[in-house]
């Protein structure tokens, strides 16, 4: 089992920046892929990026690229996701997840709220 608590959201004006946090607890940090999804009101959840173990990153929303950020310190089990330029577009309850294998996500946090004003 593998707990995962978000934080470091909240309200930004447009071209602003917020760094999110993912803190793991439980199972073997380093054995994990995570990932950044979010979901804006009455939108699907969206894909925004993920690291790999090794380090390899991927996005999944072109339009954060250039502008988020994924790392990770596997020496504190801490994922972050640094977002800079804001957007309006981008205010959505941002979750972190866990993944085991290539494809499914095996562990959820909580969500955290960004709110981008215009």
């Known amino acids: 089992q593998v707990q995962l608590v978000e934080s470091g959201g909240g309200l930004v004006q447009t071209g602003g920046s917020l760094r999110l946090s993912c803190a793991a607890s439980g199972r073997t940090f380093s054995n994990y892929a995570f990932g950044w999804f979010r979901q804006a009101p009455g939108k699907e959840r969206e894909f925004v990026v993920r690291?790999?173990?090794?380090?390899?990153?991927?996005y999944g929303a072109d339009s954060v690229k250039g502008r988020f950020t994924i790392n990770r310190d596997d020496a504190k089990n801490t994922v972050y996701l640094q977002m800079n330029s804001l957007k309006p577009e981008d205010t959505a309850v941002y979750y972190c997840?866990?993944?085991?294998?290539?494809?499914?996500?095996?562990?959820w946090g909580q969500g955290t709220q960004v709110t981008v004003s215009s």
């Open positions: 997840a866990a993944a085991r294998g290539a494809v499914n996500y095996d562990y």
């Open positions: 690291i790999s173990r090794s380090g390899i990153i991927t």
